[in-house]
Structures are given as C-alpha cells and as structure tokens.
C-alpha cells in the first residue's frame, strides 16, 4: 500500500510539473506571437519583401 501512495504522489508532482512549465510557456508563446506580428508589420512599412 505504502508503494501505491508513493506512485500517486509522484505522478501527481509530475502533473503539476506540466501543469506549470506548460502555463508559463503559454505566455512565453503569446509573446513569440506578437513579436512576430509586429515585425511583419515592420516591414510592411518599411516597404520591404518578407523573406
């Protein structure tokens, strides 16, 4: 029994291992996202041709 309670704990910290580094990514990805939108606008003011 005590294995069983030391497996649900530790699939429980890898839960919310995942649960935090994937929140923290969502934002990081939203950033990535608007940086790029503003550097295509960038350069459609600039008059240049995307790559």
Avoid: E, K, T
Avoid at 40 to 51: A, M, Q, S, Y
């Amino acid at each position: 029994m005590r294995s069983l309670l030391y497996l649900i704990a530790v699939i429980m910290v890898i839960g919310w291992l995942i649960g935090v580094i994937g929140y923290s990514l969502g934002g990081l990805i939203h950033l990535l996202i608007v940086i790029a939108v503003i550097s295509i606008l960038l350069d459609l003011i600039r008059g240049r041709r995307p790559v």
